[in-house]
């Protein structure tokens, strides 16, 4: 390219205001301060090796990209190792547990997008058609981005000085996300990141750092292949006995000998235990790592049960947040002492048929009959959504069994949509969860239509405030067991499956 088109540019983006900038001219400056379109093009491979601490962990890092678009992540912390793929059009994430599944619709969207974006490569035709230029956000050091996708805006911002990224702000179920990228070196030619900070709702920082990048190295198919299924459960079903006090609790055991009781909670991302249970059992805690629960933050730790079981699933080295369940505890009858997340409904079809006092646990790929409505789900941060409609509004809400009032209302939707009350018609409740307790207020919407089933006159907690989950712009809010008590129904997160059939 032409030494004084590029001057020209540097020229424009960082002392002219007065003609607007284009996205095409950023990223343009952009592939430039990376090394160059023909740099980039030239690149089949490239592989980046580090190291992750912070939340009082540490571990390593792995990431690899390869032509023509294959990409795969992975990060070993602590007790916890998470990894994701895509490759030949499809995407998988293998989690906490060990538990592999294919990424969601929504979910691939947008590690498709977080992954152009930090890749050594020049951004797509369809990604550049979701970006235009912030209306806030721009300063003098910075001009940004914004990418429009489902799960909500994603902010880029560009070093006026240099040309390259040197930020990505974005929220995940209310909790703002925000990755900065420094250390910039050169290496075959690129300028590569060579540090990086990842802040969790401005409290929680992780901080990677790169050891090694290799360029155009041969790379196997077999880093993109999706694993096998771990055998942690028994290809069996049974009905679990449980009791309902405003939620589903199981007996569970830990071991051959303690049993416990577990909230059965769909909207919990992992499964938990109560601290003063933990201490009980001599579990180990480690790192302090985020929980969000509708009312607020909450700092976890980590800790592994050897043997957990309920019904006739039975799962090795389970992994659980050690949470702090005083709070919930106050209205219950019996102390509970922990929580079945997403480590039990990752493997197995659950769900509810008929009204009594139990739970069906059974293999992944359950068809309950063709009298159900089948929903497809999409995830955020391990949380299965289905699309509904409330006063004729459609959103993505939350399936949240662990959830004990009807229906909650995200702020920002309920804002947008028109449908959040006036608050002197509301009348103030107390709400407690994972992050605290707080005041909330309740009202009810005129409708619900979920899988073709329309309800009328439906409960509603809203938050004029919008703290915690319901300040989460990606999701509308979330249906709790109450509600789909109405139903028998299944959820089969292997399959990306809700069955429902009203009971009306």
């Given at each position: 390219?032409?030494?004084?088109?590029?001057?020209a540019?540097?020229?424009?983006?960082?002392?002219?205001?007065?003609?607007?900038?284009?996205?095409?001219?950023?990223?343009?400056?952009?592939?430039?301060?990376?090394?160059?379109?023909?740099?980039?093009?030239?690149?089949?491979?490239?592989?980046?090796?580090?190291?992750?601490?912070?939340?009082?962990l540490?571990?390593?890092?792995?990431?690899?990209?390869?032509?023509?678009?294959?990409?795969?992540?992975?990060?070993?912390?602590?007790?916890?190792?998470?990894?994701?793929?895509?490759?030949?059009?499809?995407g998988?994430?293998?989690?906490h547990?060990?538990?592999?599944?294919?990424?969601?619709?929504?979910?691939?969207?947008?590690?498709?997008?977080?992954?152009?974006?930090?890749a050594?490569?020049?951004?797509?035709?369809?990604?550049?058609?979701?970006?235009?230029?912030c209306?806030e956000?721009?300063?003098?050091?910075?001009?940004?981005?914004?990418?429009?996708?489902?799960?909500?805006p994603?902010?880029?911002?560009?070093?006026?000085?240099?040309?390259?990224?040197?930020?990505v702000?974005?929220?995940?179920?209310?909790?703002?996300?925000e990755?900065r990228?420094?250390?910039?070196?050169?290496?075959?030619?690129?300028?590569?990141?060579?540090?990086?900070?990842?802040?969790?709702?401005?409290m929680?920082?992780?901080?990677?750092?790169?050891?090694?990048v290799?360029?155009?190295?041969?790379?196997?198919?077999?880093?993109?292949?999706?694993?096998?299924?771990?055998?942690?459960?028994?290809?069996?079903?049974c009905?679990v006995?449980i009791?309902?006090?405003?939620?589903?609790?199981?007996?569970?055991?830990?071991?051959?000998?303690?049993?416990?009781?577990?909230?059965?909670?769909?909207?919990a991302?992992?499964?938990?235990?109560?601290?003063?249970?933990?201490?009980?059992?001599?579990?180990?805690s480690?790192?302090?790592?985020?929980?969000?629960?509708?009312?607020?933050?909450?700092?976890?730790?980590?800790?592994?049960?050897?043997?957990?079981?309920?019904?006739?699933?039975?799962?090795?080295?389970?992994?659980l947040?050690v949470?702090?369940?005083?709070?919930?505890?106050?209205?219950?009858?019996?102390p509970?002492?922990g929580?079945?997340?997403?480590?039990?409904?990752?493997?197995?079809?659950?769900?509810?048929?008929?009204?009594?006092?139990?739970?069906?646990?059974?293999?992944?790929?359950?068809?309950?009959?063709?009298?159900?409505?089948?929903?497809?789900?999409?995830?955020?941060a391990?949380?299965?959504?289905?699309?509904?409609?409330v006063?004729?509004?459609?959103?993505?809400?939350?399936?949240?069994?662990?959830?004990?009032?009807?229906?909650?209302?995200?702020?920002?939707f309920?804002?947008?949509?028109?449908?959040?009350?006036?608050?002197?018609?509301?009348?103030?409740?107390?709400?407690?969860?994972?992050?605290?307790?707080?005041?909330?207020?309740?009202?009810?919407?005129?409708?619900?239509?979920?899988?073709?089933?329309?309800l009328?006159?439906?409960?509603?907690?809203?938050?004029?405030?919008?703290?915690?989950?319901?300040?989460?712009?990606?999701?509308?809010?979330?249906?709790?067991?109450?509600?789909?008590e109405?139903?028998?129904?299944?959820?089969?997160?292997?399959?990306?499956v809700?069955?429902?059939?009203?009971?009306?």
């Amino acid at each position: 390219m032409d030494s004084r088109y590029v001057g020209a540019l540097v020229l424009l983006l960082s002392c002219s205001p007065a003609r607007s900038i284009t996205v095409d001219e950023i990223l343009g400056r952009y592939e430039i301060a990376l090394g160059g379109r023909g740099v980039l093009d030239g690149i089949h491979s490239l592989q980046m090796f580090g190291s992750v601490e912070g939340m009082g962990l540490s571990g390593t890092t792995y990431s690899v990209q390869k032509s023509p678009d294959w990409v795969m992540e992975r990060i070993d912390i602590g007790p916890l190792s998470y990894a994701w793929a895509y490759a030949e059009e499809q995407g998988w994430i293998q989690d906490h547990s060990g538990v592999v599944r294919t990424l969601s619709e929504a979910e691939l969207e947008e590690f498709l997008l977080l992954a152009q974006v930090g890749a050594a490569a020049p951004m797509s035709d369809e990604l550049r058609a979701k970006m235009r230029l912030c209306d806030e956000f721009s300063d003098s050091s910075h001009v940004c981005v914004v990418v429009e996708h489902g799960g909500g805006p994603v902010h880029l911002f560009f070093n006026r000085d240099t040309g390259l990224l040197d930020k990505v702000k974005l929220s995940k179920l209310g909790m703002p996300v925000e990755a900065r990228f420094l250390d910039f070196r050169p290496a075959e030619g690129l300028m590569l990141p060579f540090r990086g900070v990842q802040t969790i709702a401005g409290m929680f920082s992780l901080e990677m750092k790169v050891d090694q990048v290799k360029v155009n190295a041969t790379v196997s198919d077999a880093v993109f292949r999706r694993p096998g299924r771990l055998e942690i459960v028994r290809e069996t079903s049974c009905v679990v006995p449980i009791s309902m006090n405003g939620h589903l609790i199981a007996p569970v055991n830990l071991g051959e000998t303690t049993t416990l009781r577990f909230y059965v909670d769909s909207g919990a991302g992992m499964s938990c235990i109560d601290k003063s249970a933990a201490s009980r059992l001599g579990m180990t805690s480690q790192g302090a790592l985020p929980a969000q629960g509708v009312v607020g933050f909450e700092t976890v730790g980590v800790a592994q049960a050897e043997e957990l079981s309920v019904g006739c699933v039975h799962m090795q080295g389970v992994r659980l947040a050690v949470v702090d369940l005083s709070l919930m505890n106050q209205s219950e009858p019996e102390p509970v002492h922990g929580i079945l997340g997403y480590g039990l409904f990752s493997e197995r079809s659950v769900g509810r048929i008929g009204r009594g006092d139990s739970l069906l646990l059974a293999p992944p790929g359950l068809d309950p009959g063709e009298d159900y409505v089948k929903l497809p789900l999409q995830f955020v941060a391990s949380v299965p959504m289905v699309d509904a409609y409330v006063e004729g509004r459609k959103g993505r809400f939350i399936i949240d069994t662990g959830n004990s009032f009807p229906l909650i209302m995200h702020t920002p939707f309920a804002i947008q949509e028109g449908i959040m009350p006036p608050p002197e018609s509301l009348a103030l409740q107390s709400a407690a969860g994972i992050g605290g307790g707080g005041d909330v207020f309740v009202g009810e919407v005129d409708s619900l239509v979920l899988g073709g089933v329309r309800l009328e006159g439906v409960r509603t907690l809203f938050s004029p405030t919008g703290r915690g989950v319901t300040a989460a712009t990606e999701v509308a809010g979330n249906i709790g067991l109450p509600l789909l008590e109405r139903f028998d129904w299944v959820l089969d997160y292997q399959n990306a499956v809700l069955y429902l059939r009203s009971r009306q």
